[in-house]
């Protein structure tokens, strides 16, 4: 399991924090995670045998965890951290997120979604229903990963998931740590844009 060689180091990896100044989602009325409580100092969740930073937030996956970095409702993009192991044979993981969070952004007027998913460390597909329907609710929108691992790239290819989400090329070079999230939106849907032909 890929898991284990980062297992010294789950409880220190955190969400990305330089852009709290700008936005925390436990404070927006708007978010799903509206106040949502996270300690500081207190691990409670834990994927598999593993404590994690108590920064992540936890939508109901036992192996997946979240951050929603950033949310604009006026340009209508959200961007989303993401850590641990997206699971969609054991957990749904996919329903989760679908039902719980990302259909209360949609109906918010959030269309367009960067996931930040260099933390994935494994992903296992399953049904690409949701994936279908999420993409299906966006209209003119769309959904962009960000620097994914190479075996987590290979596997949402070989199920057909690249259907649905932007990924793979430029996309999987992103610095985007040093941009402001409108920068990096900017970038994301300059870049979406050409490969749809938008």
Known sequence: MRLAKYRTAMHTLQPH???RHLYIA???????????QNSDSHYTDHIYNYFIHPQWDNFGSETLFLKVLFADYQKGFAIIEFFGEWNDVLHND???LKRDIIDAMIA????KFILILENVLNFHAGDTDYYEEWQDDLEDGWIAT????????AELSRYHID?????????????????????????INEVVGRRLGM
Do not use: C
């Open 17 to 19: 924090y330089n852009w």
């Open 26 to 36: 436990s404070a927006d009325a708007r978010s799903p995670f509206y106040g949502y």
């Open 163 to 187: 259907h649905y989400l932007v990924l793979g090329g430029t996309l999987n070079d992103i610095a985007w740590r040093s941009r402001k999230p409108t920068q990096l939106f900017t970038q």
């Open 108 to 111: 918010e007027g959030i269309t």
């Open 146 to 153: 960000l620097n994914l691992r190479e075996h987590v790239l």
């Open 94 to 96: 996919i329903m989760l």
